[in-house]
């Protein structure tokens, strides 16, 4: 189909009714969503970024978050999809905050899996920032091994884990300029601004030993959606959906299936987060990374916040 890239985008498309759509993150393709897929049990749209999995790379490139919103929207006018759920997932939950916020009419449910606001986040841990600069983890099964260490959470550690998740990432390399393109389109926008027009019922999921993005991030986007819940998984990292059965699977398909959202487990055990909490937590999260980018989305945060 074409998009705001003009290119032409993989899709796949399972079940009939009000689909799922999920939006994956930086590098990420289709395949890397097996997990969930098994879980979920109605409709859904997978589909690959330009120059990701198996969509080509455009020809004209675009790094901001709106032309990523603008990909997402020309693809459900294509299908034809007048209302989804949305599930986003890191750099796909950055692209979801947006289209939810300027399309009430388009997502019914939103969850927001082991995302941030983009810009003013709290930032990750120096080594895993460094190691995610570069799409070398999806060429190089040692450079994966290697920076596992420290970007991963502890049930991803676990070496069959870790070989599985370097079979995946091999099976579609994504092109360099559209993993760095994600990389800009995340770090030069931001959200925080916008989330209080969010008002979709939302899910915001997040490991508690997530390296990559600190779970004070779901603390932020918890307390400043209007009508959000918020559910840790403990012991998980950034991985979280690509365990099988996991808790986070469940508590999605749970949530996105419950007839009244009100009623679902995960909004039933999930928390309301207030705005002092999510302060407690991102200032304990910017010590922990204390590091010159990490001072720049502190000062982002602080000015969008004013």
């Not at 603008?70 to 949305?86: F, K, M, T, Y």
Request: with cysteine.
């Amino acid at each position: 189909m074409a998009a705001a890239t003009d290119s032409t985008l993989f899709v796949q498309q399972r079940g009939q009714g009000r689909p799922v759509l999920l939006l994956n993150g930086l590098g990420a393709h289709h395949m890397m969503w097996a997990p969930l897929l098994r879980e979920l049990e109605g409709a859904t749209i997978v589909f690959d970024w330009p120059g990701l999995g198996k969509s080509p790379a455009p020809p004209l490139r675009s790094h901001t978050i709106d032309a990523f919103v603008r990909i997402v929207e020309e693809l459900l006018e294509e299908l034809q999809h007048a209302e989804v759920d949305v599930v986003g997932y890191s750099f796909g939950g950055i692209v979801a905050q947006h289209l939810a916020a300027a399309r009430p009419d388009l997502v019914r449910r939103l969850v927001l899996v082991a995302t941030s606001t983009g810009g003013g986040a709290a930032f990750g841990r120096p080594l895993a920032m460094a190691a995610l600069s570069t799409p070398l983890r999806y060429y190089s099964k040692s450079y994966l091994a290697v920076t596992s260490r420290f970007t991963s959470g502890p049930t991803e550690r676990e070496p069959e884990f870790v070989r599985h998740s370097a079979q995946l990432r091999q099976a579609h390399r994504p092109d360099v300029l559209a993993y760095y393109g994600q990389l800009i389109a995340a770090n030069t926008s931001s959200s925080l601004r916008r989330l209080p027009a969010i008002t979709q019922p939302t899910l915001v999921v997040h490991g508690s030993d997530d390296p990559i993005i600190p779970a004070a991030n779901s603390c932020l986007l918890a307390s400043r959606i209007p009508e959000a819940r918020l559910l840790v998984t403990e012991r998980e990292g950034h991985l979280l959906l690509h365990h099988e059965a996991g808790r986070a699977v469940v508590a999605i398909n749970d949530f996105l299936m419950a007839r009244e959202h009100r009623t679902s487990e995960p909004w039933r055990t999930g928390r309301a987060v207030t705005m002092a909490e999510a302060k407690r937590a991102l200032r304990s999260a910017d010590l922990r990374a204390a590091q010159p980018g990490g001072a720049m989305h502190v000062l982002v945060r602080r000015i969008l916040s004013g």
